[in-house]
C-alpha cells in the first residue's frame, strides 16, 4: 500500500467580499489530491484536501517541503502496524520532520490541507464516511446524526445597503439556518449598529445573530461594541481584538457576560492552550474556533481536544470556523457543538453536500466514504480535475 502521485492546484475563490480587516480580491486556496495504489470499487483511492478559507494557498511550502517528505517517505513509514491502512498520526510526524517549534506561520495550513486529504482516504480505505471512523476509532462507535450549523455572511460589499443585508439573511433563514453571522468592525460603531438592528428586525431574535469583528479592535473599542452589544444578547461576540492578544480577550470579558468566540487564527495546540491559559474564555458559555484545516490538520486538533479536556473545557464548546465537511465530520464523529457554514460565499468550498438539506439550525451528513466530498457535485468536479 503506498501514495502514488500527490498533486496540488491553487484555485481562485476570489470576490467582492469584505470582512474588518481585509478584502477577498485575491484570495484563493490549494486543492491537494493524494492518489493511492489502494483500489476500492474498482478504482484508485484518491483522497482530497483543501485549506479552509482566509489564508492564501500554500502551493510553495507544499511544493518545496512537505509534498517531498510525503514523497519520500518508505511506504512502511506511513502506515499503521498491521499495513492495513495509512496512518494520519505517522503520516503527521513525516511531514513535520525537520521543523522547529513554536512560530507556527502558515506551514501549519499547508500540513492541513494534506492532512484532510489522508484522513479522506484512510476513511475510504475503511469504506466509511469519515465521522464514522472517528466515532468508531476515537469514540463509542456512535456519531452525532446531527450537527448544528449557522450561516456565515454579512460582509461589507460595494453597493451592499440595509436592505441587501436583511434580504441576505432572511434568505438564510428560508434556507433552514436558525443562527446567521454578520461581519462589524469594517465601519463606524454607529453604522454598524445600524446595520445589527436592521437584521434583528429579520431574526427572531437576539440568540440568532452572531458577529464577527475579525480581530480588529484594541481595548477600548473592543469595549466599546461590547457595551452596545450586550444587550442585544447576541448568539457570539467573535473575535474582537489580536487573536494573539489574550490578555485583550480576558479584560473584555469583565466587560461583556454574554458569549464570545475566538479561536480562528491559533494555529497550533499550544496557541490554542495560551488562550485557555491567558484569554480569559470562560467554559460554561464561550466558543472556540480552532480550523483544522488552517492548523496542523485533525491529528493537531484532537490534541487541541485533549488539552481542553485537561482544562476542564467539553468539545461541545467547538464550533469551528472554515464551513468546511472535514470540520462537519469531526463535529459529528467527535462530539463538537457544531460547525460554520458559508452558503453563499467561498464556492464551491462553501456549504455542504447537496441535497442534504438544512433543517432548524441542524445539518446531517452523507453516508458515503469518506469526508463526502462526492456528495457535493460542483466541489467534486473541481477535485478531480486536480487529480488528473
Ligand atoms: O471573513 C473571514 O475571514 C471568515 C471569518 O472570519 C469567519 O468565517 O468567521
Ligand atoms: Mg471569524
Redesign the pocket.
Given at each position: 500500500m503506498r501514495i502514488v502521485d500527490i498533486k496540488e492546484k491553487a484555485v481562485s475563490i476570489k470576490s467582492t467580499i469584505s470582512?474588518a480587516y481585509?478584502d477577498f480580491s485575491k484570495m484563493n486556496v490549494s486543492v491537494v489530491a493524494v492518489v493511492t495504489d489502494v483500489v476500492r470499487d474498482g478504482k484508485p483511492v484518491i483522497g482530497y484536501g483543501f485549506n479552509s478559507?482566509?489564508r492564501y494557498a500554500p502551493s510553495g511550502m507544499l511544493h518545496d517541503r512537505f509534498i517531498p517528505r510525503l514523497r519520500d517517505a518508505k511506504p512502511a513509514e506511513l502506515l499503521n502496524d498491521a499495513g492495513t491502512n495509512f496512518d494520519p498520526h505517522r503520516i503527521w510526524d513525516v511531514l513535520m520532520k525537520g521543523e522547529k517549534p513554536g512560530g507556527h506561520g502558515e506551514r501549519s495550513v499547508a500540513v492541513g490541507t494534506l492532512d484532510m486529504a489522508i484522513w479522506d482516504a484512510v476513511a475510504k480505505i475503511e469504506e466509511k464516511p469519515l465521522y464514522q471512523l472517528l466515532a468508531d476509532w476515537y469514540g463509542n462507535g456512535t456519531p452525532d446524526e446531527q450537527v448544528f450549523v449557522y450561516a456565515?455572511g454579512g460582509?461589507y460589499q460595494p453597493g451592499k445597503g440595509l436592505q441587501e443585508l436583511q434580504d441576505e439573511m432572511r434568505n438564510y433563514l428560508d434556507m433552514g439556518y436558525s443562527v446567521v453571522?454578520m461581519?462589524i468592525g469594517g465601519s463606524s460603531l454607529d453604522e454598524d449598529l445600524r446595520r445589527i438592528e436592521a437584521v434583528l428586525k429579520v431574526v427572531p431574535d437576539g440568540g440568532s445573530l452572531a458577529v464577527?469583528a475579525?480581530g480588529r479592535f484594541d481595548l477600548p473599542t473592543a469595549i466599546d461594541y461590547a457595551k452596545k452589544l450586550e444587550p442585544y444578547n447576541l448568539f457570539w461576540y467573535?473575535?474582537a481584538g489580536d487573536p494573539l492578544d489574550y490578555q485583550l480577550q480576558n479584560e473584555l470579558a469583565n466587560y461583556y457576560k454574554n458569549p464570545m468566540a475566538t479561536g480562528?487564527n491559533l494555529f497550533s495546540m499550544q496557541d490554542a492552550r495560551n488562550l485557555i491559559r491567558y484569554g480569559g474564555m470562560r467554559s460554561d458559555r464561550d466558543y472556540l474556533?480552532f480550523d483544522c484545516a488552517l492548523s496542523y490538520g485533525l491529528v493537531e486538533y484532537m490534541r487541541i481536544l485533549d488539552m481542553l479536556k485537561e482544562y476542564s473545557w467539553s468539545p461541545r464548546r467547538c464550533i469551528p470556523?472554515?464551513?468546511h465537511q472535514m470540520s462537519l465530520n469531526i463535529a459529528a464523529g467527535l462530539g463538537l457543538g457544531g460547525n460554520?457554514s458559508?452558503p453563499g460565499v467561498f464556492e464551491p468550498f462553501g456549504g455542504f453536500a447537496d441535497n442534504i438539506p438544512i433543517e432548524h439550525g441542524y445539518v446531517k451528513l452523507p453516508d458515503i466514504p469518506g469526508v463526502g466530498f462526492e456528495a457535493k457535485a460542483d466541489l467534486i468536479e473541481l477535485m478531480r480535475t486536480v487529480a488528473k
Open positions: 470582512n481585509i478559507n482566509g456565515a460582509y453571522k461581519k464577527d475579525n467573535e473575535e480562528e474556533q470556523h472554515g464551513g460554520e458559508y
